[in-house]
Each structure stands twice: as structure tokens, then as C-alpha cells.
């Protein structure tokens, strides 16, 4: 069975910074594209970032670009969120997602196969 384990997530003040990080054993890791949604109390799962399988190609939300950074690191099978100027609205459970054999899966949801269990996100002061 595959495993995304996802870690980083942490209380942070407003305006501040956390790295997320996705590891998974899967040696097929390269061939999946990747992305992070989350989800807060009462609402539904939020599309934040999305990164292609070779890591040249992303896509971000309007309140994720310029603030929120997806990459990967194939040798070591992890993708992070990089997200800098925290706000409080940004606090949410956070996702990472796998879709196999598909170069750049994008924002919707349904296209990924694999998911984590999540890491939680609280900016408060």
C-alpha cells in the first residue's frame, strides 16, 4: 500500500514561515505528479499547489502564489510546501497528494490517487 507521510506542520505566528515535507518509499516517486491541498474545520478541501513530474511545471491558487512555494526532490522521494507570510486563514490541515503516471495532474483533486494523512497548520497569535 502506498504511504505519503507528510510532517512540518506546526503553530506559527502571523506572518511567519513553515517548510512541509511529503516523503513516500515508493521508488516510482519520479513519475508522479504531486500537489498539496487543505482543508479547515467546516469547509471543503482546498487546492494549494501542484508540481509536474520533472519539477519544471506549477501551478498555485491566487492566495497561494507569491507566498507559497512547491518543489521536489526525486533522489530523496519528497515534495515541499515552502509557505512564508502566514496568515491566519491559511490554518488548515494540509495534504499531499500522488497522481501516478500523469506528468502534471494540477488542481483538481479527483486526478490524485494517492494521499496523506495530513499535517496541521495553526497561525494565530
Known amino acids: 500500500q502506498v504511504q505519503l507521510v507528510e510532517s512540518g506542520g506546526d503553530l506559527v505566528l502571523p506572518g511567519g514561515s513553515l517548510r512541509l515535507a511529503c516523503v513516500t518509499s515508493?521508488?516510482?516517486?519520479?513519475?508522479?505528479?504531486l500537489g498539496w491541498f487543505r482543508q479547515s474545520p467546516g469547509k471543503e478541501r482546498e487546492f494549494v499547489a501542484a508540481?509536474?513530474?520533472?519539477?519544471?511545471?506549477?501551478y498555485y491558487p491566487d492566495f497561494a502564489r507569491g507566498r507559497f512555494t512547491i518543489s521536489r526532490d526525486n533522489a530523496e522521494n519528497t515534495v515541499y510546501l515552502q509557505m512564508n507570510d502566514l496568515k491566519p486563514e491559511d490554518t488548515a490541515v494540509y495534504y499531499c497528494?500522488?497522481?501516478?503516471?500523469?506528468?502534471?495532474?494540477?488542481?483538481?483533486?479527483?486526478?490524485?490517487?494517492?494521499w496523506g494523512q495530513g499535517t496541521r497548520v495553526t497561525v494565530s497569535s
Open positions: 497528494a500522488a497522481a501516478p503516471r500523469i506528468y502534471f495532474a494540477g488542481s483538481s483533486g479527483s486526478i490524485y490517487s494517492y
Open positions: 508540481i509536474s513530474r520533472s519539477g519544471s511545471d506549477t
Open positions: 515508493e521508488r516510482t516517486f519520479e513519475d508522479w505528479s
